[in-house]
């Protein structure tokens, strides 16, 4: 009986002193500014089906707060444009935004999301427009 309540005493203390503490990885979510730095020429624009910078004089940055507010700062060949609204955003992925720039919802798919990195995919006529976003401060 002994030896088996120390081997028991000893798996025990190996499997304790083994267990290390898993690192916890913050879900930081969609909230946050977000800059606009390349679009994927998929069959828009006559595309070639590779990511492209974008230029200054088409970059925007969009706001995503906590409690549901939208904010997007473009520039569009000089003009400067503020689209101010709310958003929703659902585990299955989905975004949907009204704007005071929009008459109509719109309707995304947010393909990838880090802690660094957007892609949100636009459905249009010709098939989907990828906009990659980095986190900005």
């Given at each position: 009986?002994?030896?088996?309540?120390?081997?028991?005493?000893?798996?025990?203390?190996?499997?304790?002193?083994?267990?290390?503490?898993?690192?916890?990885?913050?879900?930081?979510?969609?909230?946050?500014?977000?800059?606009?730095?390349?679009?994927?020429?998929?069959?828009?624009?006559?595309?070639?089906?590779?990511?492209?910078?974008?230029?200054?004089?088409?970059?925007?940055?969009?706001?995503?707060?906590?409690?549901?507010?939208?904010?997007?700062?473009?520039?569009?060949?000089?003009?400067?444009?503020?689209c101010i609204?709310?958003?929703?955003?659902?585990?299955?992925?989905?975004?949907?935004?009204?704007?005071?720039?929009?008459?109509?919802?719109?309707?995304?798919?947010?393909?990838?999301?880090?802690?660094?990195?957007?892609?949100?995919?636009?459905?249009?006529?010709?098939?989907?427009?990828?906009?990659?976003?980095?986190?900005?401060?």
């Open positions: 009986m002994k030896p088996w309540l120390f081997i028991f005493a000893m798996l025990a203390i190996t499997t304790i002193a083994s267990c290390k503490k898993a690192d916890i990885i913050e879900n930081v979510g969609i909230v946050g500014k977000w800059q606009l730095i390349e679009v994927f020429n998929g069959y828009a624009n006559g595309g070639d089906f590779t990511w492209s910078p974008v230029s200054i004089d088409n970059a925007h940055t969009i706001t995503f707060t906590q409690n549901g507010e939208y904010n997007k700062k473009e520039n569009l060949n000089g003009n400067n444009q503020e609204g709310t958003y929703s955003f659902q585990t299955s992925n989905n975004l949907e935004v009204n704007s005071n720039c929009n008459t109509i919802t719109e309707k995304m798919f947010v393909s990838e999301l880090s802690t660094n990195s957007l892609i949100l995919d636009q459905s249009v006529i010709e098939g989907k427009i990828r906009y990659k976003y980095s986190a900005s401060r």
